[in-house]
């Protein structure tokens, strides 16, 4: 994992922004002002049922050293960016690892419990149909029972600071007991119906650069050497993470919407 993160940030470093990445991207988000704001699902551009996108994360609320050390990253990478550079910043309330996407929103499932059906893949992501309270309540309890009998998670520790080349600022751990990977197999043994798509690392999402303009090469040399200042402050921090959450997520790509909190072990041996 940590040579993922270190492959991201070489990418970066020899190449810049992926501008395609983020001219994709940017539609999802209220570029009106500087400082841009996401979408609900309900209105992009390619618009979503309701309750279209749900999934698991681990909100960092218990690792208050580390979420105030992400502002502060965050404003001062911020501040090597380009006058008028426009952004999307994460709250620190907001701040998570994603675990498991029952449904995605650029493949939202209906009933990510069901069995596995790859025929849903040649229907519009628009055409597909929102789930039930039922289909709901369902994924919720099965998140509910894999969390409270899993063992804490005590050995989640800061890796890095990365800028990747799609714009996004991420702080990325590592897990030196592989409990997320066996928190993912079990979700995914879970949600057959889930997409196949799922993220591999452990990463929270700090900061999106929405200008789709390539960077200066004195801008990317000095943000490399301010991610390259706040990994060596940061690494071996440990992440204190207590509960999980299942949200069925209701504005693009933030924590936001109907949240269901669970608490981690609660019921292990």
């Given at each position: ?7 991201m940030a ?11 990445f ?9 570029t009106?002002s ?16 309701e309750?279209a ?8 609320q ?8 992400a ?7 911020k501040a090597?960016?380009?006058?008028g550079t ?6 620190p ?5 994603t ?7 650029d493949?939202?499932?209906?009933s990510?419990?069901?069995a596995a059906?790859?025929?849903i ?5 628009t ?5 039930t309270?039922e ?10 029972s ?8 005590e ?5 890095s600071?990365v800028l990747a ?6 702080l990325?751990s ?6 997320i ?6 979700l ?10 799922q993220?591999?690392?452990i ?5 999106r650069?929405?200008?789709p303009?390539?960077l200066?090469?004195a ?13 060596e ?10 509960k ?15 949240t ?7 019921t292990?041996?």
């Open positions: 994992m940590i040579s993922c993160y270190s492959a070489t990418d970066f470093e020899d190449s810049g922004l992926n501008i395609p983020i001219r994709d991207i940017r539609p999802n988000y209220d009106s500087e400082v841009c704001k996401p979408l609900t699902y309900t209105s992009l551009p390619l618009p979503l049922a309750r996108v749900r999934l698991c994360v681990l909100p960092l218990d690792s208050q050293e580390v979420v105030q050390a502002s502060q990253v965050t404003e001062a990478i090597l960016l380009p006058a426009q952004v999307y910043v994460n709250a309330e907001k701040l998570h690892i675990v498991f996407h029952m449904s995605r929103p493949d939202p499932r209906p990510s419990m069901s059906d790859d025929a893949t040649a229907v519009p992501i055409d597909r149909r929102g789930p309270d289909e709901i309540a369902s994924e919720l309890a099965a998140m509910t894999i969390v409270q009998q899993m063992q804490p998670l050995h989640l520790e800061v890796s600071i080349d799609s714009g996004t600022l991420l990325c590592i897990d030196r007991r592989a409990d990977t066996k928190l993912r197999q079990s995914r043994a879970a949600y057959p119906g889930a997409p196949k798509k993220t591999s690392i990463h929270t999402t700090l900061m650069i929405l200008t303009e390539q200066p090469p801008s990317v040399a000095a943000i490399q050497r301010q991610c390259a200042l706040w990994t402050r940061l690494r071996g921090t440990r992440l204190t993470i207590k999980a959450w299942y949200t069925v997520e209701s504005v693009f790509s933030i924590i936001e919407g109907e269901s909190e669970v608490l981690i072990g609660s292990a041996a």
